[in-house]
């Protein structure tokens, strides 16, 4: 008995010189399961250390406890035919400013959280998990890649190429799917130089959501949680609408499409802004739009077309042509898609002839 009670002393002596001599910044404080822990420096390496979700990770049941909500977008990039789990999280008495100009400007410590997958015989399998933390000048991305069990994904800088098979429109395609390295993440979301999102603007975000409280409005939840400021207009909030909704005209459609897909290079402070083409949705000048536009520099790029957009004849417009092409120096985008998305193509077609 003796001896017991001299090595419980001993370690408890052991354990108070080290809590006594070691600094508060070094000591690992356990992270009580219903918070977040979203680091100040680089990305955890496990998506788990986040606590974004809770339960199985697989399964991403957001922690809304935490302040972890799922949301979706009208208009969606095109990504290989991928699915997506859309997340975000505005810090607890923080809120985003009301804008219908441009994408929304979230406060220091938002994350947005997005996950590519594709679903087989009614199973999902992630392939990866994309964040964006902001930070107080800059977004800061971090990409994990999901592991075989589906178990956890892990921090990836140099990115991946995944072979697939996945079923579209009914027939198998066989490709590669791309995981973007850190570098190539500012090719798509370059503003002036800085990395900025793309899709989650009013207007994408101005839909119904199926929460598991019932189905809302998108908008007038974040309203209701104190996340998005209330508009000082009377006027309804804008509204685009998804490609296959007929209720909204062809140039709606299109004019959207055209802004998430290709306007975040395609603008001014954007990558491909020195191209001289812009295409965003409230762009009006008719030769920034493509229309009767020659390309700055010819080559494979055009086809042997002359106009990006020749209005009435898209089989011979350059902006159809990349984008049908699967070819790596002709496609459009020029990263983050290898297939070809057939319902892009046929309604930019369909708006291209209706010019």
């Not at 789990?85 to 804008?99: N, W």
């Not at 199926?210 to 007038?220: E, I, P, S």
């Not at 536009?293 to 990349?322: C, H, M, Q, T, W």
Request: hydrophobic fraction near 35%; charged fraction near 20%.
């Amino acid at each position: 008995m003796k001896l017991i009670k001299n090595i419980c002393s001993s370690v408890l002596v052991l354990f108070l010189l080290i809590s006594c001599g070691s600094d508060d910044s070094t000591i690992d404080v356990p992270v009580e399961n219903n918070e977040l822990d979203i680091p100040t420096g680089v990305g955890h390496e496990l998506l788990s250390e986040y606590n974004f979700f809770e339960g199985d990770l697989k399964n991403l049941t957001p922690n809304t406890e935490a302040g972890v909500i799922p949301y979706d977008l009208n208009t969606k990039l095109f990504s290989d035919y991928a699915f997506k789990k859309r997340f975000l999280y505005v810090p607890e008495g923080q809120s985003i400013p009301m804008d219908t100009t441009q994408v929304l400007s979230f406060p220091v410590g938002s994350v947005l959280i997005k996950n590519f997958y594709y679903t087989d015989n009614g199973v999902d399998n992630i392939i990866e998990t994309r964040l964006l933390i902001k930070r107080t000048n800059e977004w800061q991305p971090e990409t994990y890649k999901w592991n075989e069990g589906q178990t956890d994904a892990v921090k990836t800088i140099i990115g991946a190429t995944v072979p697939l098979t996945v079923s579209v429109n009914g027939q198998e395609e066989s490709f590669n799917y791309l995981i973007p390295n850190q570098n190539q993440c500012i090719n798509c979301h370059a503003l002036k130089g800085k990395i900025e999102p793309i899709g989650p603007k009013i207007q994408n975000l101005n839909r119904d959501y199926a929460y598991h409280t019932g189905t809302d409005n998108q908008l007038d939840m974040w309203m209701d949680l104190g996340i998005l400021d209330t508009p000082s207009f009377s006027e309804p909030l804008p509204k685009w609408h998804d490609i296959d909704d007929t209720s909204a005209s062809v140039n709606d459609r299109a004019r959207a499409y055209l802004d998430v897909n290709c306007a975040s290079c395609h603008r001014l402070g954007g990558s491909a802004y020195n191209s001289g083409l812009f295409l965003g949705y409230y762009n009006e000048d008719p030769n920034s739009l493509g229309v009767y536009k020659s390309p700055i520099a010819a080559g494979n790029g055009s086809g042997g077309f002359k106009y990006v957009i020749d209005p009435g004849n898209a089989d011979e417009s350059i902006l159809l042509y990349r984008m049908k092409s699967s070819e790596v120096d002709v496609r459009m985008p020029e990263i983050g898609r290898e297939l070809v998305h057939e319902e892009g193509t046929d309604l930019i077609e369909a708006w291209i002839n209706s010019l």
